[in-house]
């Protein structure tokens, strides 16, 4: 495993994805403080605090939309070598059992994700201090936040991965991440939206008083749920396949 995710690690150093991790994040923090100060009365009331006011903004944008559509593009990044010139029969065909591939395929998205929401950290509070949020940081909450998003992005991560394996173009990933994420707000809105694995980022990410859930014993129960029947699906699917 530590060879297979060593591997990965080399083929992405010619996709520049670095570029998403600071893109992603900066997008997401640009539009969270920038509708939270030109609507700063409507968000404050009294006995507020400030920085997860902006959070709850910065969850709005970041979980249901851009987070997501990374997650797409991530999964298509780690597969688009495989797809060109048959690297996947070159692959399968090594003394490496396929869960193992599968795996380390599904680790390299989650560690891109952690990089990316951990730079989202890193990006909410120095804007936060830029432009002089007040009150205390609650530094610890908001890193709470941001392993909640982690964990929901997990089922979401396992159903792109099998759709990159399955799609031989980066199209159609990244299409089917945009056309679901479309209708997350309002999904989110309904009970579908605790099973929804393009809405579960936000959920899990926003505030106790600005979340739809009811039951957090339930999300995480479902959330539980769904990362484990898609991880079975995907192990068992991917070991049978004699080609990709």
């Keep these: 495993m530590k060879d297979i995710l060593f591997v990965e690690r080399l083929k992405l150093k010619r996709s520049k994805s670095w570029l998403l991790y600071l893109i992603g994040p900066l997008l997401g923090v640009s539009l969270a403080y920038i509708n939270f100060?030109?609507?700063?009365?409507l968000f404050m009331q009294p006995g507020d605090n400030a920085w997860i006011e902006v959070w709850t903004q910065a969850a709005l944008f970041m979980g249901p939309f851009v987070l997501?559509?990374?997650?797409?593009?991530?999964?298509?990044?780690?597969?688009?070598?495989?797809h060109v010139g048959g690297g996947w029969k070159q692959l399968l065909a090594l003394p490496v059992k396929r869960s193992d591939i599968f795996l380390g395929k599904f680790l390299t998205v989650v560690r891109m994700v952690i990089i990316t929401m951990l730079t989202l950290f890193v990006f909410f509070i120095g804007f936060g201090y830029i432009k002089g949020v007040e009150g205390n940081l609650?530094?610890?909450?908001?890193?709470?936040?941001?392993?909640?998003g982690i964990l929901a992005c997990l089922p979401l991560i396992l159903l792109q991965l099998i759709i990159s394996i399955r799609a031989k173009t980066f199209g159609?990933?990244?299409?089917?991440?945009?056309?679901?994420?479309?209708?997350?707000?309002?999904?989110?809105?309904?009970?579908?939206?605790?099973?929804?694995?393009?809405?579960?980022?936000?959920?899990?990410?926003?505030?106790?008083?600005?979340?739809?859930?009811?039951?957090y014993f339930l999300f995480?129960?479902?959330?539980?749920?769904?990362?484990?029947?898609?991880?079975?699906?995907?192990?068992?699917?991917f070991s049978k396949r004699d080609t990709i």
């Design 220 to 237: 995480y129960t479902l959330l539980g749920g769904t990362f484990t029947i898609l991880l079975l699906y995907g192990l068992r699917s």
């Design 138 to 148: 609650p530094l610890f909450t908001i890193l709470g936040y941001i392993i909640k």
């Design 68 to 82: 997501p559509i990374l997650v797409g593009i991530y999964s298509a990044l780690i597969c688009r070598g495989e």
């Design 172 to 215: 159609v990933p990244l299409a089917v991440s945009i056309v679901f994420t479309l209708p997350a707000l309002i999904v989110a809105s309904t009970p579908l939206g605790q099973i929804y694995p393009w809405t579960q980022p936000m959920l899990a990410m926003s505030p106790e008083d600005e979340s739809p859930i009811q039951s």
């Design 37 to 41: 100060f030109k609507n700063y009365d």
